[in-house]
């Protein structure tokens, strides 16, 4: 998170010992913060992705700033992702929609869904007329908003999906891996196993 004021930035990030931590840089003549990007450079490591943008707020509005600090997405929507995004789509909610902007501001997927989520293994949950289902990048409704809820997809292209009260799991193109009849379905912190619950019971 990084607040904006005037001349001075302040972030704020959770180090490696998930402690909280907290810098303040001042702006220098050529609008950049003195020491803003190499205390970045410190909190991510040197294999994070280089593309960075950084959520603000200001006044309940949100946008992005540089690794620099210099504000690239206006303050203007009223909800946005945070995070690295992946390929290079940015979620975001304005006007009580929601839609997917790049890294210019530019709208690549229309605003125009009751809520959605960022982008996992080039899906993004969308809810539509209430139910939900997944965009891919054009903003094809690759899977029909058909479910109560959904879970982003793993790196294998699995994600958890209900239909009331039961789940289970699809993949990518929508296909049943799991037949929704489960009372749970969890992760194992596998691509390869899943944990179900069904009737009290637990197994793999």
Not at 56 to 69: I, L, M, P, Q, R
Not at 116 to 144: E, M, P, Q
Not at 151 to 180: D, H, Q, R, W
Request: charged letters at 30%.
């Amino acid at each position: 998170m990084v607040l904006l004021r005037s001349s001075k930035i302040a972030f704020a990030f959770l180090n490696r010992e998930d402690v909280m931590e907290t810098k303040k840089c001042e702006r220098d003549k050529d609008r950049a913060f003195l020491g803003f990007a190499n205390d970045i450079e410190k909190v991510f490591g040197k294999k994070e992705p280089k593309y960075r943008l950084i959520r603000v707020k200001k006044d309940n509005k949100y946008g992005f700033a540089d690794t620099s600090g210099a504000l690239v997405i206006p303050i203007e929507y009223e909800a946005a992702h945070y995070g690295y995004f992946e390929d290079r789509l940015i979620g975001v909610i304005k006007n009580n929609k929601a839609g997917y902007i790049n890294d210019k501001n530019k709208v690549i997927i229309p605003i125009e869904f009751e809520k959605g989520f960022g982008f996992s293994s080039g899906r993004a949950s969308v809810y539509k007329d209430g139910k939900w289902g997944y965009i891919d990048a054009t903003g094809k409704l690759v899977i029909n908003a058909i479910y109560d809820n959904v879970y982003a997809f793993n790196t294998m292209g699995v994600a958890i999906v209900k239909l009331g009260e039961k789940c289970g799991l699809i993949s990518k193109t929508g296909k049943m891996v799991l037949p929704i009849e489960y009372d749970g379905v969890y992760s194992m912190n596998s691509n390869d196993y899943w944990a179900v619950k069904k009737d009290n019971l637990f197994g793999i």
